[in-house]
């Protein structure tokens, strides 16, 4: 199996066929993506949800009021999202340095590097490679847990995030003259990324028994070695 089995697997199955969103994740190609890719970290989206609907409704969910507000009023905010005390001063922080090293967040979503987000406090690998693919739409896979858990349901193990996201990759990059046909248009890779992790976030989600996935829907074979 290759990662572009995988994703044949899961569109025939029909995850995501009729997601609103082009990109899966809510308001792509928006400053409230960098917001929401802080507030799931060890929480359930649900919980994003009604954080974000706070900060919507107080009117901060920008770029402007969220590096200025002050940081109790914003832990009060976001408080459904658990751990909000440190999600809120990562928020302002990166908010701030957004502000001060690029003006603007459409400078940003143009000129930010990798490098650069997994620098700021609070920005992993999964949340700076969400930020990059959904708010600055870069070609780029994210890796999460459900990613994990999905590949080890099938045999593989990866010694890391770079490890499992380069697989994933890899077998997109060797396929990309298969990739208009599956869709049966033509697609940029930014978005076959985005619909892969979406795809596998909601397969996850529906087929989760504990802590492993029920993967015998997808009909594919287990790896003989990674």
């Known amino acids: ?27 792509s190609g928006s400053f409230e993506v960098i917001v929401g890719a802080i507030l799931t970290q060890q929480t359930r989206w649900e919980k994003v949800e009604k954080s974000l609907d706070n900060l919507r409704d107080k009117g901060v969910l920008n770029l402007e009021e969220l590096a200025r507000i002050d940081p109790k009023e914003l832990s009060l905010l976001i408080k459904p999202s658990g751990f909000y005390n440190t999600k809120a001063k990562n928020i302002k922080l990166l908010s701030q340095n957004i502000q001060k090293e690029f003006s603007s967040f459409e400078n940003f979503t143009q000129q930010v590097e990798r490098e650069w987000l997994l620098s700021q406090k609070g920005v992993g690998p999964e949340s700076c490679d969400s930020i990059l693919c959904y708010a600055c739409k870069r070609e780029i896979m994210v890796v999460d ?5 999905l590949l080890s349901a099938f045999g593989y193990e990866f010694d890391s995030y770079d490890a499992l996201q380069e697989w994933l990759e890899e077998g997109i990059f060797a396929n990309l003259d298969a990739i ?30 504990g802590k492993s996935v029920d993967v015998e829907v997808l009909g594919l074979s287990a790896p003989l070695s990674v």
């Open 1 to 27: 199996m290759n990662s572009f089995e995988l994703l044949s697997a899961l569109k025939n199955a029909g995850y995501l066929k009729n997601e609103r969103e082009l990109l899966w994740w809510p308001k």
């Open 145 to 149: 847990s459900y990613t994990n858990r």
């Open 180 to 209: 208009s046909k599956l869709y049966g248009r033509a697609v940029s890779l930014q978005e076959v990324f985005a619909r892969f992790h979406g795809k596998i976030v909601e397969f996850c989600k529906e087929k989760m028994r």
